[in-house]
């Protein structure tokens, strides 16, 4: 068993220029509520960010860290060299008794994929148009679902700025959220009503052996 601290609060709350007896009246609470449900998915993606980009767990610690930083840290310019490091990586983590069947690029390293995508011997195989919109999945490359992500990359802060890719075993990335409320509420400050949603989460890599993180110098 893996301790998993929730100790991270993720809460969104938007304004509605509306009462909520005018809101549900008019059947406009819907399209609120689904509003500040995707806003909060995506304050949920950079909270799980940030669980696999912290410090990773010392030998012997409690509870769960980040992913282990990479011994690869020069910047990729071209696909060969970058699906050299990724392999390498997946290698350790093979060795060290798992499956990297997740790989997490940041944009600059998929606009090398998506350049590349049909050279020959290339093993990166590109989804549809369709499924890239749908699931956020770009392709396969050698058994591992390949996913870009804004927050890793150029415009980002920290550690994240400088990622290129993080591989893992998805079963040891772990993540637990509670959802506390979500509602409607009459706003005291101004004439409308704010919808809102919270929630208490905590999550990271059970075991960092499993989870590599490229972050260039």
Do not use: W
């Amino acid at each position: 068993l893996v301790l998993i601290q929730k100790a991270d609060f993720i809460s969104i709350s938007e304004e509605c220029y509306d009462i909520v007896d005018n809101l549900r009246a008019s059947g406009k609470s819907v399209d609120k509520v689904a509003e500040v449900v995707e806003s909060f998915k995506e304050a949920c993606q950079k909270q799980y960010t940030k669980y696999l980009l912290a410090e990773p767990a010392s030998e012997g610690a409690v509870g769960v860290g980040g992913a282990t930083r990479s011994a690869k840290t020069t910047k990729s310019t071209d696909l060969k060299t970058l699906i050299a490091d990724i392999l390498s990586d997946r290698q350790q983590i093979r060795s060290a008794g798992g499956t990297a069947d997740v790989l997490l690029i940041s944009p600059e390293a998929e606009t090398l994929f998506l350049a590349n995508a049909y050279t020959n011997g290339n093993a990166f195989i590109p989804e549809t148009n369709e499924s890239m919109v749908n699931t956020g999945k770009i392709g396969k490359l050698y058994g591992m679902d390949v996913y870009t992500s804004n927050l890793l990359g150029a415009g980002n802060e920290g550690v994240a700025e400088n990622t290129e890719y993080v591989i893992y075993d998805h079963n040891a990335f772990a993540i637990a959220v509670d959802i506390e409320g979500l509602r409607l509420k009459d706003a005291e400050d101004f004439f409308g009503s704010y919808a809102q949603i919270g929630a208490i989460a905590g999550g990271g890599i059970t075991n960092p052996a499993l989870a590599i993180a490229k972050v260039t110098a």
